[in-house]
């Protein structure tokens, strides 16, 4: 079941049926296609399928309004015309039921115009265009018509951007945030004290008007494993984490935590208010202002509450992992995801995955700290450095915007202000240009520093909105929305698309493209020739990296250990509690304060500078510069010259270029996602071969425990290392070779396909579409113009 069904039965007061629809998986197309008999099979209570067939009645009813309207409306701007159309093609469209008496209703005409419509409201009119088109396609099995469906199909390609804002409990993240979106209420601020655990999704909820949370439990099997750890029979009290873990007792149970066991408060009646969470699913809430959502949602985001009678009650936050604000009516986050994202992950498996996966699908970063010393306070550089490369070669992250908050604190003098603004930004680029380990992943390009005052923008408004600097990073979100791909590259697919089915709709039959496939083969081979060479250059370049760090990482391996295991801060019996969780945890473990342990990480440190250089130029973060040296974005068939030379299948070619785009962001995303795990291989890969070694010092006790685990691994690396660099350098390489092979072999059979089925496939029973075309191309040249203004 997908988002959709899920928030119109929320929308509708029928929350209660979503595991139904779950369990049926009902998603937005079947959902659109129920009839009475499968909701009567579908919803075997008289009451709650009364209310339910009313509600989709009226939805229904909308729904045929709305496709009605929208094709109505995109006829304003052409009017229909049978001039030069041959006899055979009038007959086809009358047998198509296309005649002028029965036109769909994007034919009819109509008198008047309306401005130009936006990007997001052309997204919609060429949605349900094309929603039209494919009902109109032939229901009969037939190559081009099945191939023509699955195009439409697959238009939808939404990939939002992500932007991570970290930053110390009250360093300003929830006002910025609120002020930035304009809501001024939405994430609560002020004396409350926010919960580390819980990452907060800002984005927008284009489904209805109301503001609505999805918030996502830990699994019950993960508290209850917590629980026992703490109060069962073998209970580890003396854990860093047992101070938090009472903590977490606290807000949840109360009072009622005394004198349990772990079984105790597993049981039902502590989670009468939340049975999503025993039923491993998301509660969601609904309400008509931010404010009243903002209220409702303390309890799983804070971990205190500012009036005593709210302190009686249970508090959740111990439980969630993630809650996703939808906010309505707002254009910054259209297809923008702002997250409010703890320090450095989490203690817990699932939180810890969910926070890593995030940050390394951020394109930007917010890192905000209080504008007094901006550059000396170490948590916001430590939080940086730390996931440097999650984010860099690791990740996808193209800008770093170090925002100082509170711009006017302590100041009433505006030039005062203005001079400490400077002042800040100058010192936080220098401090930046001296991390090493943070400009081994980014340039100082990627770096830009705001200073802002998100109570100054939102309420007081002494100084001018402009010096806030918040209406700059408001004017960053707008930009990232206008040059987000979807609304483009949906229009684009739609105008190739409906260029073909208007190309094979004119066709006698095929078989008549001889020439032109034949010079589509040639190019076809040399432009895959360009896209091997430099892939090739770059998997030598590889190698000869990863052997020279396997090199230096056999021989430097005692020293990293003899660092790890005998850390000089930490004497003695201060160290066995840390070492013993790193090796519990398979080699990474996460202190309460301090940066993180990861011997793994360690071991392959030498791997990963040997490699970091050439990854970052072999897939570079900026979008404008192409993997493998941009050899991708420049694949091309040169459809435009041949179009002038083969003018019968110009609509053909059309489709192809379409085609040849859409199979070129398709790649470039697969490589984005692919590079991460390539990247993160050399690590996993000598954690899996590190892991014989854990188990067996995880075994000790007692005394002389803590000489026994560092003895136990450093007798591991020295009988594996010989073995396990190797190990390492090779998979990421096998990963290399065949992202290399599937792009190869994508980008050759998606094109010959796209050829075969576009000029050697007969085109008959495809309907006519040269209304709908031209209303695509009116709307795909709008967004073209749209692009070109400054």
């Given amino acids: 079941m997908d988002d959709f069904v899920c928030n119109k039965l929320t929308e509708w007061h029928l929350s209660n049926l979503i595991k139904i629809f779950k369990d049926q998986e009902i998603d937005e197309e079947s959902f659109h296609d129920l009839d009475d008999k499968e909701i009567d099979k579908l919803i075997t209570k ?25 094709v109505d409306s995109s006829a304003q701007q052409v009017c229909p015309s049978t001039s030069g159309t041959s006899n055979k093609e009038k007959r086809k469209l009358d047998l198509q039921g296309e005649s002028s008496k029965s036109q769909s209703p994007a034919s009819k005409r109509h008198c008047g115009t309306k401005p130009r419509p936006d990007s997001e409201e052309i997204l919609t009119k060429v949605k349900n265009i094309m929603s039209f088109v494919k009902k ?5 099995d037939n190559k081009l018509s099945n191939f023509l469906k ?23 993240k929830s006002s910025l945030i609120n002020a930035v979106i304009g809501v001024k209420n939405l994430i609560p601020t002020g004396d409350v004290r926010a919960c ?25 099997e993960e508290w209850k494993d917590e629980l026992f750890h703490f109060l069962g029979d073998k209970a580890d009290q003396e854990d860093d984490y047992y101070p938090d873990f009472k903590e977490k007792l606290s807000a949840l149970y109360g009072e009622e935590k005394e004198n349990k066991t772990s079984e105790m408060l597993m049981e039902k009646k502590y989670f009468k208010e939340i049975p999503e969470f025993l039923e491993n699913e998301k509660k969601i809430l609904t309400c008509e202002s931010a404010e009243k959502l903002s209220t409702t949602l303390v309890r799983f985001t804070r971990c205190d509450l500012e009036d005593e009678e709210s302190k009686v009650k249970s508090l959740f936050w111990p439980l969630v ?19 409010d994202l703890p320090g450095n992950g989490d203690r817990n498996k699932s939180r810890d995955k969910m926070w890593k996966q995030v940050v390394e699908n951020c394109s930007t970063v917010w890192i905000v700290t209080g504008i007094g010393r901006p550059a000396a306070e170490t948590e916001p550089w430590e939080i940086l450095e730390s996931a440097s490369s999650l984010m860099g070669n690791g990740g996808e992250c193209q800008h770093i915007h170090f925002i100082c908050a509170r711009s006017d604190e302590n100041l009433n003098n505006r030039e005062a202000i203005l001079k400490r603004n400077m002042k800040a930004k100058k010192v936080v680029s220098e401090e930046f240009s001296q991390q090493e380990t943070i400009k081994k992943q980014f340039s100082d390009e990627c770096l830009k520093v705001f200073t802002v005052s998100s109570d100054e923008f939102l309420v007081k408004n002494h100084l001018n909105p402009d010096e806030t600097e918040i209406p700059k990073l408001k004017e960053f979100l707008q930009k990232l929305n206008d040059c987000h791909s979807e609304t483009v590259n949906y229009v684009s697919g739609a105008r190739g698309i409906l260029s073909l089915m208007q190309g094979a709709s004119r066709r006698d039959g095929a078989g008549r493209n001889t020439d032109v496939c034949t010079d589509l083969d040639k190019k076809m081979k040399d432009e895959l020739d360009k896209v091997r060479k430099p892939m090739e250059e770059a998997y030598k370049a590889f190698e000869k990296c990863l052997s020279e760090g396997v090199e230096r990482s056999t021989s430097s391996c005692e020293s990293v250990l003899k660092s790890f295991l005998h850390p000089k801060k930490k004497k003695g019996g201060a160290f066995h509690k840390p070492l013993k969780c790193v090796v519990e945890n398979g080699g990474i473990h996460k202190p309460k304060n301090g940066k993180e342990m990861n011997l793994n990480g360690q071991l392959a440190s030498c791997l990963i500078d040997s490699i970091d250089e050439e990854f970052k130029k072999t897939f570079p973060n900026e979008r404008k510069c192409g993997p493998f040296n941009n050899v991708i974005n420049t694949f091309s068939l040169d459809t435009k010259s041949l179009i002038e030379k083969y003018k019968d299948v110009e609509l053909q070619l059309i489709f192809l270029k379409t085609e040849e785009d859409k199979i070129k962001t398709e790649l470039n995303k697969t490589i984005r996602e692919r590079k991460k795990k390539i990247y993160k291989s050399l690590t996993e890969t000598i954690g899996k071969n590190m892991q014989k070694g854990y188990s067996k010092a995880a075994g000790f006790r007692g005394e002389g425990s803590l000489n026994s685990m560092r003895d136990t691994i450093e007798e591991h690396v020295r009988a594996a290392k010989n073995i396990m660099f190797e190990r390492a350098k090779d998979e990421m390489m096998n990963q290399l070779r065949d992202l290399m092979k599937e792009i190869l072999e ?3 059979k998606t094109m010959q396909k796209s050829i075969e089925l576009s000029l050697k496939t007969d085109g008959d029973s495809i309907p006519d579409v040269a209304q709908q075309l031209k209303e695509v191309n009116d709307y795909y040249n709008n967004l073209k113009a749209q692009q070109q203004r400054p």
Avoid: W
């Fill in 46 to 70: 008289a009451g709650p399928r009364i209310k339910f067939k009313r509600q989709f009645k009226l939805f229904k009813k909308e729904q045929n309004t709305t496709d009605r309207e929208t």
């Fill in 136 to 140: 109109r396609l032939p229901a009969q």
């Fill in 150 to 172: 699955e195009k439409i199909k697959n238009l939808e390609t939404d990939k939002r951007e992500v932007v991570g804002v970290f930053g110390k409990t009250g360093s300003g």
């Fill in 196 to 220: 580390t655990s819980v990452m907060i999704k800002v984005e927008a909820n284009p489904q209805n008007k109301t503001y609505q949370a999805d918030i996502e439990f830990i699994t019950k």
């Fill in 321 to 339: 992992k993630c809650v996703t604000v939808k906010v309505p009516n707002n254009d910054l986050l259209q297809h923008v995801t702002l997250v």
């Fill in 746 to 748: 994508k980008l050759k």
